[in-house]
């Protein structure tokens, strides 16, 4: 069911999808040809990839906690580092967007709803002026992501704990969010909880990203609501990922884009 819905709901974005051509509002005209097309490589980025290598050639497995979340591979709780990092993690392409984003939009206070091994936390820390916090349930993950993010920067923390709980409380005390990446519970009820929750401290910039949209009727559910929610105005759908704007001065389009 899923490989087939993720087959059909792939040729549905490749029949929608428009490239730059097709392009004429200067935000998303910018915003294409400057970030999403445009394939940076810095010394950075391949130290990054250098990790990811690593972790790809581990022999080791852990526990892992089981939150619900929706993940189509491995349900079992011990697994293999070499699979999470091959196959449970942000693809460089859509790490490599968002720290062009936060950067572009001068972000300062960016979340990251699901840290896994710390791979994408380090990309989205990569701009110096941010602070990232990263919430990770899975106390064996958040020991892996800790010990790397420890060793590479001063920008970011981990918060251990399942999100339902640990969310509310630090949103309780935060200042507005910039920039916040969904990439935890890939369930409909928790992505528009979570979703809601960050709402109510964003602004007129904040952009929201959110991971696997079309992976499963529910979350394409979750999607489609997002797009209809009253205050979002630009989305963009990336097939792996979706943009949010809900910036007022940005007319209300919905765009798929190619990559
Ligand atoms: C797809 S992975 C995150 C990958 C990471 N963003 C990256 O790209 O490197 C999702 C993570 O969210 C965690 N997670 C899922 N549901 C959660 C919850 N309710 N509370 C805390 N963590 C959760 C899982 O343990 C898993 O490590």
């Known amino acids: 069911?899923?490989?087939?819905?993720?087959?059909?709901?792939?040729?549905?974005?490749?029949?929608?999808?428009?490239?730059?051509?097709?392009?004429?509002?200067?935000?998303?005209?910018?915003?294409?040809?400057?970030?999403?097309?445009n394939n940076k490589n810095t010394s950075q980025y391949a130290s990054i990839e250098k990790i990811?290598?690593?972790?790809k050639a581990s022999e080791h497995s852990i526990d892992v906690e089981d939150f619900g979340s929706g993940s189509?591979?491995?349900?079992?709780?011990?697994?293999?580092?070499?699979?999470?990092?091959?196959?449970?993690?942000?693809?460089r392409k859509y790490s490599v967007i968002m720290e062009q984003m936060i950067r572009y939009m001068k972000c300062t206070n960016v979340l990251?709803?699901?840290?896994?091994?710390?791979?994408?936390?380090?990309?989205?820390?990569?701009?110096?002026?941010?602070?990232?916090?990263?919430f990770e349930?899975?106390?064996?993950?958040?020991?892996?992501?800790n010990e790397l993010l420890e060793d590479q920067r001063e920008n970011v923390q981990v918060i251990e704990g399942n999100i339902d709980d640990t969310l509310p409380h630090f949103l309780e005390q935060s200042d507005k969010l910039d920039f916040v990446y969904f990439d935890?519970?890939?369930?409909?009820?928790?992505?528009?909880?979570y979703y809601d929750l960050c709402l109510r401290k964003s602004h007129n910039?904040?952009?929201?990203?959110?991971?696997d949209i079309h992976l499963t009727p529910e979350m394409e559910k979750?999607?489609?609501?997002?797009?209809?929610?009253?205050?979002?105005?630009?989305?963009?759908?990336?097939?792996?990922?979706?943009?949010?704007?809900?910036?007022p001065d940005l007319s209300k389009q919905h765009y798929v884009l190619e990559l």
């Open 1 to 37: 069911m899923s490989k087939f819905y993720r087959i059909t709901s792939y040729i549905s974005y490749w029949l929608d999808a428009i490239n730059i051509h097709s392009l004429q509002a200067p935000f998303i005209y910018e915003l294409y040809k400057n970030i999403l097309v």
């Open 52 to 55: 990811r290598e690593k972790f």
């Open 72 to 91: 189509q591979k491995n349900s079992n709780s011990r697994r293999r580092i070499t699979d999470i990092a091959s196959h449970g993690i942000t693809k």
């Open 112 to 134: 990251e709803l699901g840290t896994s091994l710390g791979i994408n936390a380090l990309y989205l820390s990569l701009y110096r002026n941010c602070t990232v916090t990263t």
């Open 137 to 145: 349930g899975s106390g064996s993950l958040a020991n892996i992501a």
């Open 184 to 193: 935890a519970n890939h369930r409909y009820n928790a992505t528009l909880k």
């Open 205 to 211: 910039t904040t952009c929201f990203v959110f991971d």
């Open 222 to 247: 979750a999607w489609i609501w997002i797009k209809n929610h009253y205050q979002v105005t630009l989305t963009i759908d990336l097939y792996q990922i979706g943009i949010v704007f809900i910036n």
